[in-house]
């Protein structure tokens, strides 16, 4: 798709009557297509209007410019027609006479019938007949803002700016006009960019959700897509499976945002001591099982035991919060799922490429792949089960979900299904929601099945929502599950501290898999501030016997959550350049020419081995032979590109060379 | 009261001279009041809106109007009378100046006052010129043009009898001063009657005329 405006690397800067100097926005760069529905959200003051007024040049830039359709922006013109926050109706004239002063001004060159018609067509496009001859004093609030949309939309503007449209309006007119704008700009294909403070606002019109950070220094924050297919309905679109989670996303970055302006009074400056550059660690976790060994690391005082004094552990509320919060420098480190380093580094999703690094791997298998209720019962019990009752009901999607792109939830069940001949994306749709709302998306019936880690499918079986199909010992045992993460930048600034960190946590992980440890970390975890799950549910598997749900009896499961044992800590090329083979078959990232080097420099297995020895540990890895999946398709990491050939079912391949030297941190 | 009493019951009688009715007195007056004033209108929102919508002019013309405003009506007289060497034009000289400051200086307002919200309408639809005035900028002007003309005859009304006095011949002015002149007390009373009445009836003019032209909106 074409760029259609772009804005480009936009800097405005306000003059102060005391001489000084307001940076309102900087560096704001963002490419809009033709059609495109974006919508800016931000705090008041984070100069989301001010970005708008430039785009409509009412307003001029510092530096950097507009650029639409290859030409550029430098004042305000009808082919970015705005509608105001206050609607702007020039209240001496009727309705009619408000558009007609647009229409007879704009298209000068139609004749007048011609003009009129179109006018006639817009008051009625709105459904304002009855209204066309009073004045906008004699209308209420939505009636004006209506006059406003049918005044914009008359000119035939090529790029649609709306202020706040419907901010002063009642609940319902808002619901009412929302739709209206909806169908309308799906009908012309007009593209649109929307100011607004309305989440749901936001998710219901706009293909793409633009995160403004507050100012000054406003810039943009996080891009968030918004995959609803459209046509869209107001109901459906809440029924989608990414609804919510999409939501949390924008509410937990506005939140950020204004706990970051509380915090701005006092900035983050590393705190030095005890012979490390930074004791203070802000640490990302995800309320799950497997965030034991930080849980432990924090609990148990094992990082002050390394040194590091001051470490918050921070949960957040998803993997793409973890990837964000790491790559902004909010976070210091994370545990993240085994193909964040590799994805974030290659830039997955289109995203910026952050170079990263892994030190220490934290976990291996945990997860489960669970289905509905509904489809058990339906007679579903295994893989081919689950091929026969799609191909039953073709006419149906069954939604299946993963919690990130590069987790391996997402690259075990879409190997998982490819295997039984599922294509992931066209017989099934995987999509991305946190692990902490896999459940209750199932029991709303919003998706038919996930791969994720505990307690959550301990969780659906418990009530009685969903059953377990399969677990990682069934698929691959003893894969790489969850990582420590943190960039390549910051493991160049504070070399000491991520030794501290890798050997606090290495620690941990031998602390986690000594079975006499593991009713204490049960405990630990319960806590609210943590996972937060019953103790029962998380006993499952990680010390008691784990019920599948199937009727059969709970069984005990050899290292179904594996933190140390059978050399688990060492980052594993091998497993890296499986993953990047996997990313790369589903079009998530392209494949680097440069595999190993990409795969050798995120990761450190000098860091591992340096904390190993100090801490008097085994300081080697696995050694190094193919992987081999359930399937018995061997995988031999020296020709990763052929084994890409023997899957059948795959995406497009894209085989870059990854200059990492060239990539800013 | 018998001295006056023709005055009261017969408005209209006419002598010659100077001795006419009280009707033909404030006709007369309201005569040099209308032309005085109606050349302060034209020229003072010309002018008005030419200093409000341009900044430079604003700001080079602004302080002058502000002196101006505050001089007496009759301190203009003498000038008048020595430019026009003539009682009457000096007189509608007097109105025209009196009335044109609260009137430029509400027109100028007016414009700078216009929602930047129809400006930027304006900006972003290009609107030409001649548009712009006629649909935006004058009709979001004239509430404040209202507002100049009403304090406009108020002034002009009272400069008149003050001029009047001065100048001599027919007008509601002389006959008081005529009338103290000659102690005629009474008529001077019946004459400050109609000179309120009168003002009163044009101040309730523009009012009326006002709300014909302002949109039910822009009414305060």
Known sequence: ?665 | MTDTWELIVNPFFNYGGTDKGLFWQVLTSLQRVALGFSLAAIVGVALGILVGTSSLMYSALDPLFQVLRTVPPLAWLPISLAAFQQANPSAIFVIFITAIWPIIINTTEGVRQIPQDYNNVARVLRLSKPVYFLKVLFPATVPYIFTGLRIGIGLSWLAIVAAEMLIGGVGIGFFIWDAWNSSRISDIIIAIVYVGVVGLLLDRLIVFIGSLVLPEEQKK
């Open chain 1, 1 to 665: 798709m074409a760029v259609f405006v772009e804005v480009d690397h936009i800097d405005r800067v306000f003059k102060l009557p005391d001489g000084g100097e307001y940076i309102a926005l900087k560096n704001i760069d963002l490419h809009i297509h033709k059609g495109e529905f974006v919508s800016l959200v931000g705090h008041s003051g984070c100069g989301k209007s001010t970005l708008l007024n430039i785009l409509s040049g009412l307003d001029q830039p510092s530096a950097g410019g507009i650029v639409l359709e290859g030409r550029q922006v430098t004042e305000p013109g009808p082919d970015r027609m705005v509608v105001f926050q206050n609607y702007s109706l020039l209240p001496w004239l009727t309705v009619r006479q408000n558009i007609e002063l647009a229409v007879d001004q704009v298209l000068q060159k139609h004749p007048k019938p011609v003009r009129r018609r179109l006018v006639d067509h817009h008051i009625e496009l709105v459904g304002l007949q009855k209204a066309a001859d009073k004045r906008p004093g004699q209308i209420s609030g939505g009636m004006k803002q209506r006059v406003a949309i049918a005044r914009a939309l008359a000119i035939r503007p090529k790029l649609l700016l709306l202020d706040e449209p419907f901010g002063a309006l009642d609940a319902l007119t808002r619901g009412g006009l929302q739709e209206q704008l909806m169908q309308i700009c799906q009908e012309h294909e007009v593209t649109c960019v929307m100011v607004t403070h309305d989440v749901d606002e936001a998710l219901l019109l706009s293909d793409r959700i633009v995160l403004m950070t507050n100012g000054p220094e406003a810039h943009v924050g996080q891009i968030v897509e918004v995959p609803f297919p459209r046509p869209r309905e107001r109901m459906e679109v809440v029924k989608h499976p990414n609804y919510y989670s999409l939501r949390n996303e924008i509410v937990y970055f506005l939140n950020q945002q204004k706990r970051a302006k509380q915090h701005k009074a006092k900035p983050v400056v590393a705190v030095a001591a005890n012979g490390l550059e930074k004791v203070n660690l802000e640490l990302g976790l995800i309320p799950l099982t497997d965030c034991a060994p930080l849980v432990v690391a924090k609990e148990k005082g094992l990082f002050e035991a390394n040194g590091l004094s001051q470490v918050t552990l921070n949960r957040e509320p998803s993997w793409n919060a973890i990837a964000d919060g790491v790559t902004s420098g909010r976070l210091d480190a994370a545990m993240m799922v085994a193909g964040m380093p590799l994805g974030l580094t290659l830039g997955y999703g289109n995203q910026r490429p952050v170079p990263m690094v892994t030190a220490l791997t934290l976990s291996r298998n945990g997860n489960a792949i669970t289905v509905s209720r509904r489809l058990y019962d339906q007679g579903v019990r295994s893989l081919a089960d689950l091929k026969a009752a799609i191909d039953r009901r073709p006419d149906q999607v069954h939604t299946l979900a993963a919690v990130h792109p590069t987790s391996m939830h997402n690259l075990l069940l879409r190997y998982w299904l490819a295997s039984g001949g599922i294509d992931p994306d066209r017989d099934v749709s995987v999509t991305v929601i946190p692990p902490a709302q896999m459940v209750s998306n199932l029991k709303a019936g919003t998706i038919d099945g996930y791969c994720v880690g505990e307690p959550w499918n301990v969780r659906a079986v418990q009530e009685g929502v969903g059953v377990v199909m399969a677990i990682d010992h069934d698929i691959w045992p003893g894969h790489i599950e969850k990582v420590l993460g943190v960039t390549e930048a910051w493991a160049n600034q504070y070399p000491k501290t991520h030794l501290a960190l890798v050997k606090a946590l290495l620690e941990a992980c031998e602390y986690c898999d000594d079975p006499r440890n593991r009713e204490e970390i049960i405990d630990l975890l319960a806590r609210p501030e943590y996972v937060g799950a019953d103790p029962g549910y998380l006993r499952q598997g990680f010390l008691g016997p784990y019920d599948r749900g199937d009727g059969r009896k709970p069984e005990s499961i050899l290292h179904y959550n594996q933190f140390f044992t059978d050399k688990a800590n060492c980052p594993d090329v091998t497993e890296a350049v499986w993953i990047m083979t996997q990313m790369a078959r589903w079009g998530i990232t392209p494949f680097p020419r440069n595999w190993l080097e990409v795969a050798e420099r995120i990761k450190r297995t000098d860091i591992f081995g340096q904390a190993a020895r100090e801490l008097g540990l085994l300081d080697i890895g696995r050694d190094r032979h193919p992987i081999q999946l359930f399937d018995g398709i061997p995988f031999n990491p020296d020709h990763p590109l052929d084994y890409l050939e023997r899957l059948a079912i795959k995406r497009d391949l894209r085989i870059e060379e990854i200059p990492l030297d060239a990539l800013k941190a």
